[in-house]
C-alpha cells in the first residue's frame, strides 16, 4: 500500500507540472523550447549619422544637425580644423528633448541625408545654417536648400563650374533677403536662401584687373556680413598645394549685395608665405574686422586689419602658447575678439587648442588659466560666455572653468598685463573616467549647443567616434554639476570586418566539449534537472522569472552572440550584444595603436585536410587575436570576446611587410591559444605569439597532412597570385620560410575583389540526388578563391591580355577578303565587343587557374560582390549596356554517378583526397548560368547552420537598403530553359526565369529604413533551423534571426497548448481513476 500512495503521489505531481508547464504558468516560461513566433523578431537596427566623427554642429529646437565638414563661415561652434580631401557627404540630426520630458528618446536619430549629388572618390561637400533651413554644396558644383526639421529639399541649383573643395557661406539678415555665397573657382555666387535663384556673380580676377597665374587658381577665402548692403571679402592667388606664396598679394575688398560691384580693393601680404586654408575674418571690435591666417611653416600667425592693410603683425607662437613650436589651425568664433587656436609641441605630437582673445591692437590672452599651470594642454575647448564658462578636454578628463568677472576683467586690462597672469579660475570641476571618454580615445571638437547664464550643453566628438552630450547646470554656491545626456557611436559606420563570438556557454573553448555541456542540457535527465532548479528559484523569488527564462533560453539554444566590429580608420573594436535587451548595445571597446598602417581580426584555424565536411576552419573559441602593423613592427593583443578583457599582449619588431596572415589554433600557456603564422614579402615567417608553445603548435602544423602546409600572397600591384609552401630553413629547426611552389598573373587587368571560401561552412551532403536518383558529386576545393579582375583603363584594346591572344590567334585562322570587298546588299558587320570583367578560380596551393568566366559591357566604376559556398560561386556586377545588375552563378562538379553507378553489387572508384598539383583530378565541371535583378546589389552572403543538414538561403543586399533572403534554388543553374520534366519536378526544379523576382515578403529588413550595407556575415545557432545575419559596412547595421528551413525543430505558432495540456490532465485523472477502480476491485475479489 505504500508502495502504491508513493506512485500516485508521482503521479498527482506529474500531472501538476505537465499542466502548468503547457498552461502557461510560472513555471511554463523556464521551458526551453522556442515558438515559432519568435523567430525573425528578436531583430535590431543601429543608424548612425554616417559621418563618422563630428566636424561641425547647429542646435535647432529639439535637435542637433551635425556632419564632418566644417562650415566655409566659421560660424561652426566645433574646435575641428582638420581639412580632409574628401567627406562622408553625410548630414544627419539627432534629438535631444530639452527639459526632462521624453528623455528616453535622446539621441535617437532622427533623419540622415547624403547631401552629395554624384558619389566620387573625391567627393567633397560644405554646410552651413541659418534659422530653421540648411544648405550644401558639393564637389560637383550642385548647391541645395534643405528644411531643418526633416531635411526636406527646398530647392537645387547647379553652378557651371564645380569646385573640388567646395566654400559655402549662409548670410542672414541682408538688405532685402538672405543669402547663400558659394565659391565656385574663380566666381562667387550669389543666390537666393529661398528659392536658389542666382542673383549675382561677381568674378574676382574682374575685380583686379588681373590674370590666372601659372601653375596657380584664384580662391575666395572668407567673407562676412559687416553692414545690411555690404560683404568683406577675402580672396588670393593659392598655389596647387595651398599655398599663398610671399610674392602673390591677398586681397580685401567690400561687396555690394545689391550688385556685383567689389570696391575698395586692398592688398598684402608681401613678404610672407600663408596656408590658404587657414585664412579667417575676425570681429574684433564693432566694425573692426581682422584677417587671421597662419604662416606656411606654422611658426606664426599674421593678423592684418581689413581697414588698414599697414596695421598688421606677425605674432610668434612662443608668444600664444609657451609649450607650443607651431600652429596647426585657428578658427573664428562668434565671440567678438575671441578665436580658437591649436598647436603643437612636436612635429609628430598630438595638436592641443587654447582659446586667445584679441584686442584688435597687440595683446593676445589666454582665457582660461595660469600661464604656467599644466592644465593649459587640452585636445579641445568651448567657451560660452554668457555663464562665464570654459569646458576643456584633455586625456581622459575633462575640466570646467568658471569666472563671473572675465569680461569687466578684460575690459580693465592694460596692453601689458595678460588675462592668464592674473585671472585664475574658480575651483574648477574635473570629470575623469569613462563617462566622458574612452581611454585611448581623444576629444578633437566641442561644441556648444546650448548657453544662458544657469546652463551649457556642449557635444564632445572624439578622433575614434564616439559622441556625447553633456549638460553643466550653474548653481546658486558656484559649484557645477554635469550629466551625461546621451551617447552615440558614429564610428560604427566604417567597419571593415565582424567576429562572432559565442557567449552562450561561457567557459568551454574547446568545441567538443561544449557539444558535450549542450548535448547534457538537452537531453531528458538535464532538462528535468534544469526544470526542477528553476522551480525551485521560482518558489524562493518570483520577481525574476522572465528574465531568467528567456535568458536562460537564449544561452541553451546558442542566441547569445556577442560581435566583434572592427574599424581599421578609427583604429577601435567595438563589442556589441547581440540577444537580450540590450541587443544592439556597445558591450566594450577597445583602442588600437593609431599609428598602426592596418588592423586585423584572427579567428578560427587552417583549412581542413581532406574537407569532407567543409572548411572546418572555426573554433568555437571566444579568443580574437588583434594584429596591428606598424612600419617597424606588429602590435598584438588576445582578447576576450565576450568582455574585451586583454589576455595577453606584446610587441614584434618586423624588417619586411606582411602580406598574408595563416590562422591557426591550440593550446598554449601564454595565455592566448589563437595565433597566426605571418607571411613577410621576404618570404620569412614570424609565428605570433612568440612563445616556445606557438612555435611547436606551427611546427605540428607543417606535418598536419602529408603534403604539408601551404600558403599564399596576392599583389594587387602587379596583379598576380604567388603560390608558396612553409618549411623549415635550411640549417634551421624551428625558423619558417615559404618556398615558391606555383603563380598565377594577370597580365593587363587589374584584380578588383578577392573572396574566400567561408570558413565556418559546414558540408553534410558530398553530393546532389537528382530526380532520376543519379549523384552529381559536389566539387569541394577549401584552397579554391575568387579572384575578380577588369581591364585596366589602358589596356581596353586587351591586345595584352591573355584572353585577348587567344581570340586573335582563332581570328587569324579564317581567311579574310580584301578590304572593301563584299556584296552590294551586306555592309561590313562590326566586330563584337571584347570581355572587360573576368571571373577567376584559382587554386591557392598550386597557383593554377581552375576555371575563368569572362563578361563584357559591365560598368567598370561599380563595386562587384561575391560569395562561395560549398561548390558555388555567386557574383553580381552591373551591365553598362542594359543597365542592369546581373548576377552569374557557378556551380563546380566532380562528375555523376548514374542511378545504377551505386548498389549493393556496383560501386565506383573514390578517392578520399586529391592533389591541387594534378590538373586532372582537381580541375572541376562548371555549370554556369545568368540572371537579371532589377536593383543593384551591394553585398551577397549565405546563411549558416551548426550542423549544415538545413537548406542555405542567399542574401542580397540591395542599393534601396533592403537586405533580401532567397531560396539558393531560385539561382539554381540547372533550371530547364523549356518545360519542366518529372524527374526535374521531382528534384524541385524551377523553369527558367532570367528576372530574379523581388518581393517585399523576402525581405529581411521588412519595413526598416537603411542605407546600402556593403558586407554581409552569418552565424549558426544551436538550433539547425536558425541563423544569425548582420549586414554593415553602411551607416546602418541589421541584425535579424532568420530561419531557412522554416524552422522545422520549431513548435509552429498553431500548436494548441491547451487542448494538449486539457488531454494530459484528461489521460493523467483517467489512469489514477482506474488505478483506483483496479484496486478495489483487486481488493473485493481478495475477501471473495
Excluded at 537596427?45 to 566659421?74: I, N, P
Excluded at 527646398?154 to 542672414?172: G, M, Y
Excluded at 581599421?568 to 540577444?579: F, Q
Amino acid at each position: 500500500m505504500s508502495f502504491r500512495r508513493v506512485d500516485s503521489a508521482a503521479l498527482w505531481l506529474f500531472a501538476w507540472l505537465s499542466a502548468s508547464l503547457l498552461f502557461r504558468s510560472p513555471t511554463f516560461l523556464f521551458c526551453h523550447a522556442l515558438y515559432a513566433e519568435d523567430a525573425g523578431v528578436l531583430d535590431f537596427t543601429v543608424a548612425t549619422t554616417g559621418h563618422g566623427a563630428v566636424g561641425w554642429v547647429h542646435s535647432y529646437q529639439d535637435t542637433v544637425v551635425t556632419t564632418d565638414t566644417l562650415s566655409s563661415s566659421g560660424s561652426s561652434s566645433s574646435g575641428n580644423q582638420i581639412k580632409k580631401g574628401k567627406t562622408s557627404c553625410y548630414v544627419a540630426s539627432r534629438r535631444q528633448p530639452k527639459g526632462k520630458q521624453h528623455q528616453e528618446m535622446n539621441g535617437i536619430l532622427v533623419w540622415r541625408r547624403n547631401v552629395c549629388s554624384v558619389p566620387s572618390d573625391h567627393q567633397a561637400h560644405a554646410i552651413a545654417a541659418m534659422e530653421d533651413v540648411f544648405f550644401t554644396a558639393d564637389h560637383a558644383g550642385v548647391v541645395r536648400g534643405w528644411t531643418m526639421d526633416d531635411a526636406s529639399l527646398l530647392w537645387d541649383a547647379h553652378l557651371d563650374s564645380p569646385n573640388r573643395v567646395p566654400k559655402l557661406w549662409a548670410i542672414a539678415g541682408g538688405s532685402s533677403q538672405n543669402l547663400v555665397a558659394v565659391a565656385s573657382q574663380q566666381d562667387l555666387v550669389l543666390l537666393d536662401a529661398g528659392t536658389g535663384t542666382v542673383l549675382h556673380k561677381v568674378n574676382a580676377l574682374q575685380a583686379i584687373h588681373g590674370n590666372v597665374r601659372k601653375g596657380q587658381t584664384v580662391q575666395w577665402l572668407a567673407l562676412a556680413l559687416t553692414t545690411r548692403s555690404t560683404l568683406k571679402v577675402v580672396f588670393a592667388h593659392v598655389d596647387a598645394d595651398g599655398v599663398i606664396q610671399s610674392g602673390n598679394d591677398v586681397y580685401t575688398a567690400e561687396l555690394d549685395i545689391g550688385s556685383d560691384q567689389v570696391k575698395a580693393v586692398k592688398a598684402w601680404n608681401k613678404g610672407k608665405h600663408i596656408l590658404a586654408d587657414s585664412v579667417t575674418l575676425q570681429l574684433v571690435a564693432e566694425n573692426k574686422w581682422h584677417v587671421m591666417a597662419i604662416s606656411k611653416s606654422g611658426s606664426a600667425v599674421v593678423d592684418v586689419s581689413v581697414d588698414d592693410s599697414s596695421v598688421s603683425e606677425e605674432i610668434v607662437v612662443s608668444k600664444l602658447h609657451p609649450k607650443w613650436t607651431s600652429v596647426v589651425a585657428i578658427e573664428a568664433t562668434s565671440e567678438p575678439s575671441v578665436v580658437r587656436m591649436s598647436g603643437k609641441t612636436t612635429q609628430d605630437s598630438e595638436a592641443t587648442m587654447a582659446l586667445f582673445r584679441f584686442d584688435g591692437a597687440s595683446v593676445w590672452e589666454r582665457l582660461y588659466g595660469l600661464k604656467d599651470s599644466p592644465e593649459i594642454e587640452f585636445s579641445s575647448m568651448a567657451y560660452c560666455p554668457t555663464a562665464g564658462v570654459v569646458v576643456t578636454t584633455g586625456s581622459d578628463a575633462l575640466v570646467v572653468y568658471r569666472h563671473d568677472s572675465l569680461n569687466e576683467a578684460f575690459a580693465s586690462s592694460s596692453a601689458t598685463v595678460g588675462i592668464h597672469e592674473r585671472l585664475s579660475p574658480l575651483t574648477p570641476l574635473t570629470v575623469k573616467g569613462d563617462m566622458v571618454v574612452p581611454d585611448g580615445d581623444t576629444v578633437w571638437a566641442i561644441s556648444v549647443l546650448e548657453c544662458s547664464a544657469n546652463k551649457v550643453t556642449v557635444m564632445l566628438s572624439t578622433e575614434r567616434g564616439s559622441t556625447t552630450q553633456l549638460s553643466f547646470e550653474v548653481q546658486a554656491a558656484g559649484s557645477i554639476d554635469v550629466k551625461v545626456d546621451w551617447t552615440a557611436e558614429e564610428g560604427l559606420s566604417s567597419l571593415s570586418s565582424v567576429v562572432f563570438v559565442d557567449a552562450s556557454h561561457l567557459g568551454f573553448d574547446d568545441l567538443v566539449e561544449e557539444q558535450d555541456v549542450v548535448a547534457s542540457k538537452l537531453s531528458l535527465s538535464g532538462r528535468l534537472a534544469s526544470q526542477w532548479q528553476n522551480t525551485l528559484n521560482l518558489l524562493s523569488a518570483s520577481g525574476i522569472i522572465d528574465a531568467v527564462s528567456h535568458s536562460n533560453r537564449d544561452h541553451i539554444f546558442g542566441f547569445v552572440k556577442v560581435a566583434a566590429l572592427l574599424s581599421p580608420s578609427l583604429h577601435r573594436i567595438w563589442g556589441m550584444d547581440t540577444a537580450g535587451d540590450r541587443r544592439g548595445s556597445v558591450r566594450w571597446t577597445l583602442d588600437l595603436p593609431k599609428s598602426a598602417l592596418w588592423h586585423s581580426m584572427v579567428h578560427g584555424t587552417t583549412n581542413s585536410a581532406t574537407a569532407v565536411h567543409g572548411i572546418n576552419g572555426d573554433t568555437h573559441s571566444r579568443e580574437i587575436l588583434v594584429l596591428s602593423a606598424t612600419p617597424n613592427g606588429i602590435h598584438w593583443m588576445c582578447i576576450d570576446g565576450t568582455n574585451g578583457a586583454v589576455n595577453a599582449e606584446a610587441s614584434v619588431p618586423i624588417s619586411s611587410p606582411i602580406v598574408q596572415v595563416v590562422p591557426i589554433y591550440g593550446a598554449s600557456t601564454g595565455g592566448c591559444r589563437q595565433a597566426a603564422l605571418l607571411l613577410h614579402d621576404d618570404l620569412s615567417i614570424t609565428v605570433i605569439p612568440a612563445d616556445p608553445e606557438t612555435n611547436e603548435l606551427a611546427m605540428k602544423q607543417l606535418h598536419k597532412t602529408p603534403n604539408g602546409l601551404y600558403t599564399h600572397k596576392i599583389d594587387k600591384v602587379s596583379n598576380q597570385l604567388q603560390s608558396y609552401q612553409v618549411a623549415l630553413a635550411a640549417g634551421e629547426s624551428d625558423k619558417l620560410v615559404a618556398r615558391s611552389v606555383g603563380s598565377a598573373s594577370f597580365a593587363g587587368e587589374q584584380i578588383v575583389k578577392v573572396v574566400y571560401p567561408i570558413r565556418h561552412e559546414e558540408i553534410q551532403s558530398m553530393s546532389t540526388i537528382l530526380g532520376d536518383d543519379s549523384l552529381l558529386l559536389k566539387y569541394i576545393n577549401p584552397h579554391m578563391v575568387v579572384i575578380v579582375t577588369v581591364l585596366k583603363d589602358d589596356d581596353d584594346d586587351q591586345s595584352t591580355t591573355e584572353l585577348a591572344s587567344v581570340v586573335e590567334k582563332k581570328t587569324n585562322k579564317q581567311p579574310r577578303k580584301p578590304a572593301g570587298v563584299g556584296t552590294p546588299e551586306t555592309s561590313p558587320e562590326p566586330s563584337e565587343p571584347l570581355p572587360n570583367l573576368f571571373v577567376n578560380l584559382v587554386d591557392t596551393v598550386s597557383g593554377r587557374v581552375l576555371y575563368r568566366a569572362s563578361h563584357t559591357g559591365v560598368d567598370k566604376t561599380k563595386d562587384v560582390s561575391a560569395v562561395i559556398t560549398e561548390n558555388w560561386v555567386i557574383y553580381s556586377y552591373v551591365n553598362q549596356k542594359t543597365r542592369r545588375t546581373e548576377v552569374g552563378v557557378l556551380t563546380l562538379h566532380e562528375g555523376m554517378i548514374d542511378s545504377k553507378g551505386l548498389t549493393f553489387f556496383a560501386k565506383p572508384e573514390q578517392v578520399t583526397s586529391f592533389s591541387s598539383f594534378d590538373a586532372r583530378e582537381s580541375t572541376p565541371v562548371v555549370l554556369a548560368k545568368t540572371y537579371a535583378f532589377s536593383k543593384q546589389i551591394t553585398a551577397l552572403g549565405v546563411t549558416s547552420t551548426r550542423q549544415g543538414i538545413g537548406s542555405q538561403n542567399i542574401l542580397v543586399a540591395s542599393s534601396d537598403g533592403a537586405l533580401n533572403s532567397f531560396l539558393r534554388k531560385i539561382f539554381e543553374t540547372r533550371r530547364p530553359v523549356g518545360e519542366v520534366k518529372p524527374d526535374e519536378k521531382k528534384e524541385g526544379l524551377i523553369p527558367y526565369r532570367e528576372l530574379i523576382p523581388d518581393s517585399p515578403l523576402l525581405s529581411l529588413t521588412y519595413n526598416q529604413t537603411t542605407e546600402p550595407f556593403t558586407r554581409i556575415v552569418s552565424a549558426e545557432t544551436s538550433l539547425e533551423s536558425q541563423s544569425l545575419v548582420l549586414g554593415y559596412g553602411g551607416p546602418d547595421l541589421f541584425f535579424t534571426r532568420t530561419s531557412p528551413t522554416k524552422g522545422f525543430d520549431l513548435l509552429p505558432e498553431t500548436f494548441n497548448k491547451v487542448l494538449v495540456g486539457i488531454v494530459t490532465v484528461g489521460i493523467v485523472v483517467a489512469v489514477l481513476v482506474v488505478q483506483r477502480m483496479g484496486d478495489k476491485k483487486a481488493l473485493q475479489q481478495s475477501w471473495l
